[in-house]
């Protein structure tokens, strides 16, 4: 492998980030990617799959020295920090010429608060993955507008399944419903759960966390599902290595389910494209870089954001029939 | 200050103010004596003094040059180190000492390398840390131990002299280091020396995988310590090369017996080679094993590698795998068909996401209720606990065994039905029943009756559950009676009565040899949800040692024989004092011998893999 590219970000779990990275390493294989942390979040196995990253993880005391050191000792191609200004700051005091800073959450105000930390004496360029994130970095930081480029995020190629493995997801009978992400409010679980609930019985929801380990958020999440007398309707998993994600799409899809985005913002929207992308029929808020994802994402149904009956008749669709209606 | 040696390595040893100090006063009074022997006639004596100033001008001068000098190299060196990303591939032990010998080679990767140290001077025997620098070959294993003993002859101070370790790969660029030091932004990865006078620091490192060599150098961080290095060594430090976990469990569980059933166990037990600790989920793991299960344990604390292959059949992992595992079981259904999930005692949010992913790819699932989980997060253990999760685990396993009555009846609340909801109690080791049974006999009793009444009990100590005031108060009821006390948790502070001991913790064992004296086994727990939940293994233990129990109402120890449930302070001195002195007849031996026959772990797995639908 002849060239290296760093990538650093505070986290290692099986979502988010470790997707870009995964989306990254897999379609640019001659690269070696180097992936500096200091919080294991369930990502080590997903990531360990994809033999051109490495993953450094460095105590959160030493990440900064560490990130220097590696910027002057190691020939970068690219170095690219998401979520700590000020280590960016030091690295690009060293490495000027390769530091991007990259901005991926949707949140206007976490956005304006990174950006701000940032030395515009030092940073040369930013990347966004979206045209919706850089209209944002532009009008929060106006400071910064001419350096900001998009830079796509990548799919991950999947490994796929071994002979002797299987995807053998059983959803009792019932029409599943994917929900991937964390539990948020940005993410807006409880839409997801509002609906699920207005639909009739044959519906089940699969929902896919990562990055979660506070007992009470989830059981806040539980809780609110189970006084919507969903108990028995919905299955909650965590840290699906990605291939066993892909093989969830595959199965929802051949379910005839789809794949459901309750998000209140979306910078990229990773969920939405890999779901199309496996031909799963996708029903999502219209919010952010979602439409960007324009006509090739096919089955992408598009509702306004907090239409929750719009997001139920368009789940439905396929199953309303002129008698049934469910009164939306 | 301390300086060590003769005069000139005294003036040596001056800060470097002062020599300067001192080489103006010098070069002033040569100057003073060359001015009066131009102009006067001088006496011998002032030539004298000239003659020495000079001298002292030239040693201060020189030491001042070479000091410099040398801080010029170290410059140069960190330079190196953080400026072109190569670093010398021909750094040796290098010393400005002439007598230093050869430090570790890089020819091949010995076990061992030692370098003894030359002496710069008499005065300060070892090597400038600044000077030192050495070039360690991978290793076999790929860990690496370095000792270095070092001497500080300059101010003590703190953090005076440090290590750098830079690993470097075959074609001379620098590697990533595994990082279990502190960085510096320039150095990279360091370590600091002992402070002592005389010291041996040691380091223990990993290479990465494509580091070739390491090159160690030294650095004298204050300038006002002097440390020297005496000796250095460096030794393959971990014969046994550790695959990472996950790739461990897939080769592992490819490598069993197709046809053995498999469970997999989370929970909230101590490591399977902890030395005293050893909890239900730990005895009955070792019950599958000799039924011919493979078992993949979690146990609630990190693992080290080397520990990963408990036993032929017992693999444990750190949690954080859990998910791995159940993937790789779940995507083979030759694997998914014999594997069982047990959750024991740990509904946390792993065990809830896991029970809904195992419900989704036909995997069998079990609860195991051992506590009060709810009641131990509210003295302040478990804060992982959490109600609604608890709710989860309870109506969605399979399967659900409790340790007492008391929890099975909490279990059916939360499901809503008794359905797959049982009691299987804890148990005692069968090799504890057998070992002990010279305890279980007339003879024993005799032996017990022939020496001063002593009573005891094992277990854990906290006061969030052991009655201190109920254990005081009966000891000192009855003060001809001695308390043995053993177990972890004691708490700080505790007056006991003169005749209450603490023996510390105790493996089994040292249990059973200590319990030949006693004549009564106690558990005087405070009544909460937590007692009443709970089914002592001590109980078992005390039947297998041959002693009677006078215990608070708890679990099921109602049912087991010799055994008197009491409430109250009094009542249980009374019921101690009874017991203590009424001697163990042969009926009453028989009773404990038919009730042990059935309380063996080894029963009890087959009772657990009987209700799981797993023929034995």
Same mark, same amino acid.
């Given at each position: ?65 560490? =990130? ?8 970068? !191609? ?9 280590? &960016? ?51 929060? &930081? ?12 990548? *799919? ?6 071994? =002979? ?18 964390? *539990? ?11 609906? *699920? ?56 899809? !051949? ?28 029903? &999502? ?17 598009? /509702?306004?954001?907090?239409? /929750? ?20 | ?73 170290? $410059? @140069? ?80 101070? $703190? ?75 460096? %030794? ?56 011919? #299960? ?48 047990? +959750? ?16 989704? +790819? ?11 989980? %709810? $009641? ?19 109506? %969605? ?11 099975? $009846? ?54 969030? #559950? ?44 040292? +249990? ?47 049912? +087991?024989?010799?055994? @008197? ?52």
């Amino acid at each position: 492998m002849s060239q290296r590219s760093l990538f650093v970000y505070p986290n290692c779990s099986s979502g988010g980030m470790s997707t870009v990275l995964r989306g990254r390493a897999t379609n640019d294989t001659a690269t070696t990617f180097d992936f500096l942390y200091h919080n294991e979040a369930g990502g080590r196995n997903s990531l360990a799959g994809t033999p051109n990253i490495m993953l450094h993880r460095v105590a959160k005391g030493r990440i900064d020295a560490m =990130a220097q050191y590696l910027a002057t000792t190691q020939s970068y !191609r690219d170095i690219s920090i998401t979520s700590m200004p000020e280590l &960016a700051n030091k690295v690009a005091g060293v490495r000027p010429d390769v530091v991007s800073y990259e901005v991926h959450s949707s949140d206007e105000g976490v956005v304006t608060k990174e950006l701000a930390k940032l030395d515009p004496d030092r940073i040369a360029a930013i990347q966004v993955p979206s045209r919706f994130s850089a209209q944002m970095v532009a009008a929060v &930081a106006p400071q910064f507008a001419s350096r900001v480029s998009v830079r796509p995020n990548l *799919l991950p190629a999947v490994e796929p399944l071994g =002979a002797d493995q299987t995807t053998n997801f059983d959803f009792e009978g019932r029409t599943p419903l994917l929900w991937v992400g964390r *539990l948020d409010k940005g993410k807006n679980p409880n839409d997801f759960l509002r609906a *699920l609930a207005l639909l009739p019985d044959i519906y089940t929801g699969i929902v896919v966390l990562s990055l979660e380990n506070a007992p009470e958020r989830i059981s806040r999440f539980l809780g609110y599902a189970a006084s919507l007398g969903l108990a028995k309707r919905i299955r909650v998993v965590m840290d699906l290595s990605p291939s066993r994600l892909a093989g969830l799409y595959a199965e929802v899809a !051949r379910a005839g389910g789809s794949f459901v985005s309750t998000s209140l913002m979306e910078s990229f929207g990773y969920g939405v494209l890999e779901a199309t992308s496996s031909g799963l029929r996708t029903v &999502a808020y219209d919010v952010g870089a979602l439409s960007e994802h324009g006509p090739s994402a096919a089955p992408l149904k598009l /509702v306004d954001v907090g239409d /929750v009956s719009g997001l139920v008749r368009a789940i439905g669709e396929r199953h309303l029939t002129s008698s049934q209606g469910w009164g939306l | 200050m301390k300086a060590h040696g003769g005069p000139i390595a005294r003036l040596k040893a001056l800060s470097r103010g002062r020599r300067a100090a001192l080489l103006l006063s010098a070069l002033i009074i040569l100057t003073a004596t060359a001015f009066a022997g131009a102009t006067a006639a001088v006496p011998g004596a002032v030539w004298a003094i000239g003659f020495m100033s000079l001298l002292l001008a030239a040693i201060l001068f020189d030491d001042l040059n070479s000091r410099d000098r040398r801080a010029a190299r170290m $410059e @140069s060196r960190i330079r190196t180190l953080a400026g072109s990303g190569r670093s010398s591939e021909t750094v040796q032990l290098a010393s400005e000492s002439a007598t230093a010998s050869a430090g570790p080679q890089a020819s091949a990767p010995p076990r061992t390398q030692e370098s003894t140290m030359g002496e710069s001077s008499s005065e300060r025997p070892g090597t400038p840390i600044g000077a030192f620098e050495a070039r360690i070959p991978r290793t076999q294993s790929g860990h690496l131990q370095l000792k270095m003993r070092a001497g500080n002859f300059g101010e003590q101070c $703190e953090r005076g002299a440090l290590l750098t370790f830079q690993f470097v790969r075959d074609d001379g660029s620098i590697a990533i280091p595994v990082v279990q030091h502190p960085v510096h932004p320039k150095l990279g990865m360091y370590a600091y020396l002992d402070d002592a006078p005389e010291s041996e620091t040691v380091f223990s490192l990993t290479f990465p995988h494509d580091a070739a060599h390491l090159t160690v150098k030294g650095v004298q961080w204050k300038k006002q310590a002097d440390t020297r290095v005496r000796s250095f060594v460096a %030794e393959d430090d971990a014969p046994i090369v550790h695959r990472d976990s996950a790739s461990t469990l897939k080769s592992w569980l490819r490598s069993r017996d197709r046809n053995s059933p498999i469970a997999i166990i989370y929970s909230t037990a101590p490591n399977m080679d902890h030395s005293t600790l050893g909890l239900r989920p730990n005895r009955l793991a070792r019950e599958y094993a000799a039924l011919g #299960w493979t078992v993949v344990f979690f146990p609630f604390g990190s693992v080290d590698p080397a520990a990963t292959h408990y036993s032929e059949s017992i693999l444990q992992l750190e949690r954080v795998h859990l998910m791995k595992a159940m993937e790789l079981v779940t995507a083979d259904e030759s694997l998914c068909s014999r594997a069982i999930f047990i +959750c024991s005692s740990f509904p946390d949010i792993q065990a809830a996401t896991a029970i809904d992913y195992a419900k989704m +790819c036909g995997l069998r699932t079990v609860y195991e209720v051992r506590d009060e989980m %709810e $009641e131990f997060n509210r003295v302040g253990y478990s804060k992982w606990f959490d109600p609604i999760l608890e709710m989860r685990v309870a109506r %969605e396993s399979d399967l659900i065994v409790n340790v007492s009555p008391r929890l099975a $009846e909490k279990m059916t609340n939360l499901r809503g039905s008794a359905e797959n909801v049982y009691v299987v109690p804890n148990g005692v080791a069968n090799r504890t029943i057998n070992e002990c049974a010279h305890l279980r006999t007339e003879a024993a009793w005799a032996e017990r009756a022939s020496t001063a009444p002593t009573v005891g009990y094992i277990g854990h100590l906290t006061p969030a #559950w052991f009655d201190w005031n109920l254990l005081t108060s009966v000891a000192n009821d009855l003060p001809e009676i001695r308390f043995e006390i053993i177990g972890h948790g004691m708490p700080e502070g505790i007056a006991l009565p003169d005749n209450v001991a603490y023996l510390g913790p105790r493996d089994h064992r040292e +249990c059973a040899e200590i319990a030949r004296s006693w004549r009564v086994g106690l558990i005087p727990f405070k009544p909460s949800p937590l007692t009443w939940a709970v089914d002592p293994n001590k109980i078992y233990e005390y039947l297998a040692f041959g002693l009677r129990t006078v215990s608070v109402p708890m679990g099921s120890v109602s049912d +087991c024989p010799s055994t @008197s449930v009491v409430r109250g302070p009094r009542a249980f001195s009374e019921a101690v004092a009874q017991a203590s002195e009424a001697p163990m007849q042969s009926a009453e031996l028989l009773n404990i011998e038919r009730a042990l026959a059935d309380m063996s772990w080894a029963k009890r797995a087959r009772r657990m893999a009987e209700l799981m639908g797993v023929n034995p």
